[in-house]
């Protein structure tokens, strides 16, 4: 089973989880710009940050045979911090033209305040103008009243409905995103948003038709490996490999190969691995040998 990992905070994560992805069948893992549990104080902050995700993380999942690919933005968290913005939103043309950037995101919604609209709106501009698709933050309370003042905002900007995977849904998100023509993006968490039982059940009655799941892994609880154990569920459920493979893999690189900037036939085959190379001057294997850790890879 091949798996593309649409949604994964992996800055937050330890090389252990790069390992299991991998023996799960994880090739393709996406890290959208998130936030850090406490606020970012100054622009550079950011600076730092996403030249990590497409530095240092894009070397370090290599390491495990697995392709990292990022999204860039301003998250909803942040978007109301005066300090930041501003600047942010005017540092993304220069990120967004980086290889290795496959969209905008994660962005959106959550407290739904003035500010958060205005900098979702300016962002999806963005990515109408970059040719790149969005990836969009919901709220995580009132969902249903997020979920429509999003797809308003989505409207004002003139992106294609096609282009924009809304995320974190759940089973009465489902009702209102399924005839818009966006992309609908569920997240498995081990105790709350959606579990893989829920999910398949939605899938059951809804079909697997642009539909994306991820874990959304971070530094709270979460599990990395929750979009392989939904497919496992969706195989004991009796669905059919295609449908499986389409969710996990196809629908995936469908919605962020649209950019140019990567291909089924890329992301299928492994990376050159970095092992034993440094990036920066560090190594992941911080102080093992090649040949101890190539006995695990």
């Not at 100054?42 to 390491?63: I, P």
């Not at 569920?186 to 939605?202: C, E, G, L, N, Q």
Request: glycine letters at 10%.
């Amino acid at each position: 089973m091949k798996i593309f990992e649409p949604h994964a905070h992996m800055v937050s994560r330890v090389t252990d989880d790069y390992e299991r992805m991998r023996d799960s069948g994880v090739r393709v893992v996406l890290e959208p710009a998130f936030w850090l549990g406490q606020p970012r104080t100054s622009v550079g902050s950011f600076v730092d940050y996403f030249d990590t995700l497409l530095g240092w993380e894009r070397f370090r999942a290599a390491g495990f045979g697995i392709h990292h690919v990022c999204t860039l933005g301003l998250n909803p968290r942040e978007a109301n911090d005066d300090r930041v913005n501003a600047g942010v939103v005017e540092l993304l043309p220069r990120y967004l033209e980086k290889n290795g950037v496959v969209g905008v995101g994660e962005i959106g919604l959550d407290d739904m305040t003035a500010k958060e609209e205005r900098w979702f709106l300016a962002q999806l501009v963005l990515a109408k103008e970059h040719d790149l698709p969005a990836l969009v933050h919901t709220p995580h309370r009132n969902k249903r009243q997020g979920f429509l003042r999003c797809l308003d905002i989505i409207r004002d900007s003139g992106i294609r409905m096609d282009r924009v995977l809304l995320d974190h849904g759940n089973e009465e998100t489902v009702k209102i995103t399924r005839e818009t023509g966006v992309w609908q993006g569920f997240s498995i968490y081990p105790h709350t948003k959606m579990d893989p039982p829920r999910m398949v059940a939605i899938l059951r009655q809804y079909g697997v038709e642009r539909m994306i799941i991820n874990s959304a892994c971070d530094w709270g609880v979460s599990d990395p490996l929750s979009v392989r154990k939904t497919a496992d569920l969706m195989a004991e459920a009796e669905f059919g490999v295609g449908d499986i493979d389409r969710l996990v893999w196809g629908n995936p690189v469908q919605f962020f190969s649209e950019t140019g900037r990567g291909t089924e036939a890329e992301w299928s085959t492994p990376p050159a691995s970095t092992l034993g190379a440094t990036h920066a001057g560090n190594s992941f294997l911080r102080g093992q040998s090649v040949e101890t850790w190539g006995k695990r890879a």
